[in-house]
């Protein structure tokens, strides 16, 4: 039986079928024994312990770890370098980016079992990914979407101000300021404005985050032509 103590209130008690409660005398021992022949387990793998943390190490996973847990793995360690920050370093050179790209294009190829030399667009259709560039374009027009919705903190509201149509209804495009600077042509702000007022009003005025994402996740491939380089040419 086990019971919570919570603001000097005690829950009810309740049994504990399965576990052993956090705290017990025997936990640690439980444990030990629990993980002593982890170690017998992997046949094509090693394993490193450290107290309770493990890694398990393989030169060749594509036929031994599961594609779910492939993809688990990405979306954890990996997918979150590429967004993090993008709506920052989007505005990169096309010679960074390629990099990039490059290393998404091998994680698909990992995570799918492809050949080196497969092409990538039907592994990210596969997958359900947008090629880097693309993502970077949606997280920017996210975080436009968030400020126009009061989703985001007032001070990058404040960063699109809208442009009302004098036929009284809003198309819900930003005003960006006329400069002959390259260098605030290039920012951020510019370019996810310049990204935001070439959506259809229709997916600019989208009743929910969730349903902005699909509509533009779905909308965004029709917007670039790949060139004969790895770079990306849009269309806006």
Request: hydrophobic letters at 40%; glycine letters at 2%.
């Amino acid at each position: 039986m086990q019971s919570t103590t919570f603001n000097n209130f005690l829950s009810s008690p309740l049994s504990i079928h399965t576990g052993v409660p956090q705290g017990s005398i025997l936990g640690p021992l439980f444990f030990i024994i629990y993980i002593n022949d982890i170690f017998f387990i992997p046949k094509f793998s090693t394993i490193d312990l450290y107290a309770d943390d493990s890694t398990i190490t393989t030169s060749d996973s594509s036929p031994i770890i599961a594609l779910s847990s492939r993809l688990l793995f990405y979306n954890a360690h990996i997918l979150p370098y590429f967004d993090y920050c993008s709506n920052i370093w989007f505005s990169c050179n096309n010679n960074l980016l390629d990099k990039l790209s490059k290393l998404q294009k091998k994680a698909a190829r990992i995570i799918l079992n492809a050949d080196w030399q497969a092409h990538s667009e039907p592994l990210f259709q596969k997958l359900d990914w947008l090629p880097l560039p693309l993502r970077l374009k949606l997280n920017n027009l996210v975080l436009v979407f968030k400020s126009l919705n009061n989703l985001a903190p007032s001070y990058l509201t404040s960063l699109f101000p809208i442009s009302h149509t004098t036929k009284g209804k809003s198309e819900l495009r930003i005003i960006i300021p006329s400069t002959n600077s390259n260098k605030y042509n290039q920012s951020s702000v510019v370019r996810s404005s310049v990204l935001w007022n070439s959506l259809p009003t229709e997916i600019k005025q989208a009743s929910s985050l969730k349903s902005f994402k699909l509509l533009t996740k779905s909308y965004l491939p029709n917007t670039y032509l790949p060139t004969t380089s790895m770079s990306i040419m849009y269309i806006i």
